[in-house]
């Protein structure tokens, strides 16, 4: 079993950066696919950004590619985004996803452990 708990979410003005932590327990981290997944008020569940289990390979939604990046510290049992350039329309709950496909996934229904998520809130 894993437990994610995200952090670093808040309130940023349009063009600003935050970054985004997910903090894993149990010793299998790094042979999981880490995800980043959003989802707005009224809207489904939309993938952000994923990265395999060593960090070689990264997939993001088109809409974030070149603003926001996904990292991870498999020392530290820790998932990041990087989230830079941001516009209203990023505004979300950002949640924080494990799965068992070591490669990573962009479907939320291949990932099967989630943190609480943590809210994003951008200004115009």
């Known amino acids: 079993q894993v437990q994610l708990v995200e952090s670093g979410g808040g309130l940023v003005q349009a063009g600003g950066s935050l970054r985004l932590s997910c903090a894993a327990s149990?010793?299998?981290?790094?042979?999981?696919?880490m995800g980043w997944f959003r989802q707005a008020p009224g809207k489904d569940r939309e993938f952000v950004a994923a990265?395999?289990?060593?960090?070689?390979?990264?997939y993001y939604l088109d809409s974030v590619n070149g603003r926001f990046t996904i990292s991870r510290d498999n020392a530290k049992n820790t998932v990041y985004l990087q989230m830079n350039s941001l516009k209203p329309e990023d505004t979300a709950v950002y949640y924080c996803?494990?799965?068992?496909?070591?490669?990573?996934?962009?479907?939320?229904?291949?990932?099967?452990?989630w943190g609480q998520g943590t809210q994003v809130t951008v200004s115009s």
């Open positions: 996803a494990g799965t068992h496909q070591r490669g990573g996934a962009t479907w939320y229904s291949r990932y099967n452990y």
């Open positions: 990265i395999n289990w060593n960090g070689d390979s990264t």
């Open positions: 149990g010793r299998t981290f790094s042979s999981y696919g």
